[in-house]
């Protein structure tokens, strides 16, 4: 049966995300149109691209997350250069790394730009910090006068997956200026508005994978300290357009996926760690599905 699916952002998290997959797949589902943010993005991008649950599980098993920290050379000392990239180049790590990977995966399958993908097939989200706007990869290419057919997946993927401060920002040039483009969470970490709307007949059943508590078990944030309201501050603002939009009849929808104890940026996460990971994405997957009416 086909559906369509969602997912959410999370960064290293988004092991789970894979074996929520696998369960789908197990299921007998097939997804027509996939889209996602950050860490979803990369997941959506490997079905778009006909990956099997399996096959993406030994693509990650193989892959080194560590190599995706790729600081640029300096001659200068090392903790000064770093703290200099960051401040001239907006990020620690360039993010290369990450798109090189994705181009090369996608590449095995035939795919280099959006044009080798059936129309509408993936979507990514993406933030422009200069504009003050969400984008929708590649639809909204057009508005910087960039063909959505001619652009690379690879590259998307990236702009999505720009964690502000931790990689450096894409610039896309958009006519004769430049617009400065991070992660898709800062505005919308999960964006099943894309294929479920109000009001609108949906084609297909929709599927979302969510990295977070359901909306009415979340445990609210702990406030005690400057970095602590910081957390919190970068968790509300990636989390409140779409707990917004996340109503009753959306939440039926969705496989809950809660995540407590690993953070976003976990590079160095464990071998353990990471089939842990997956291995709870797979069972939070098959307790939806004990009950999901589609």
């Known amino acids: 049966m086909y559906i369509d699916g969602v997912f959410s952002g999370g960064g290293i998290k988004g092991f789970a995300l894979i074996g929520a997959y696998d369960a789908v797949h197990t299921r007998g589902f097939r997804f027509k149109r996939v889209a996602g943010t950050s860490a979803g993005s990369i997941v959506a991008?490997?079905?778009?691209?006909?990956?099997?649950?399996?096959?993406i599980y030994q693509l990650v098993d193989e892959f080194d997350v560590k190599k995706l920290l790729d600081e640029r050379k300096t001659f200068i000392p090392f903790a000064v250069g770093k703290w200099l990239n960051l401040y001239w180049r907006l990020g620690l790590y360039k993010g290369s790394e990450l798109e090189s990977w994705m181009a090369q995966k996608l590449a095995d399958r035939g795919i280099r730009t959006f044009s080798d993908l059936p129309p509408q097939s993936l979507r990514v989200i993406a933030s422009d910090l200069t504009n003050g706007r969400l984008v929708?990869?590649?639809?909204?290419?057009?508005?910087?006068?960039i063909d959505p057919d001619s652009f690379p997946v690879a590259k998307a993927i990236r702009m999505s997956c720009s964690l502000p401060y931790f990689f450096e920002p894409v610039k896309?040039?958009?006519y004769s200026n430049s617009s400065v483009i991070v992660d898709g969470g800062v505005l919308s970490n999960?964006?099943?508005?894309?294929?479920?709307?109000?009001?609108?007949?949906k084609t297909r059943p929709v599927l979302g994978i969510k990295l977070s508590h359901n909306l009415s078990e979340r445990p609210p944030n702990k406030i005690d300290n400057a970095i602590q309201m910081y957390a919190a501050l970068f968790e509300t603002m990636k989390d409140a357009h779409d707990a917004r939009y996340i109503s009753r009849k959306h939440a039926q929808n969705i496989i809950f996926i809660p995540t407590d104890g690993v953070l976003?940026?976990?590079?160095?996460?464990?071998?353990?760690?990471k089939k842990d990971l997956l291995e709870h994405g797979r069972q939070c997957a098959e307790k939806f599905f004990s009950s999901w009416s589609y």
């Open 45 to 55: 991008a490997l079905i778009a691209a006909n990956y099997t649950s399996e096959e």
């Open 136 to 145: 929708v990869l590649p639809d909204d290419l057009v508005h910087y006068g």
């Open 172 to 174: 896309l040039q958009a």
């Open 190 to 201: 999960f964006p099943m508005w894309l294929f479920d709307k109000e009001n609108v007949k």
């Open 264 to 273: 976003t940026a976990e590079f160095n996460i464990t071998e353990q760690k």
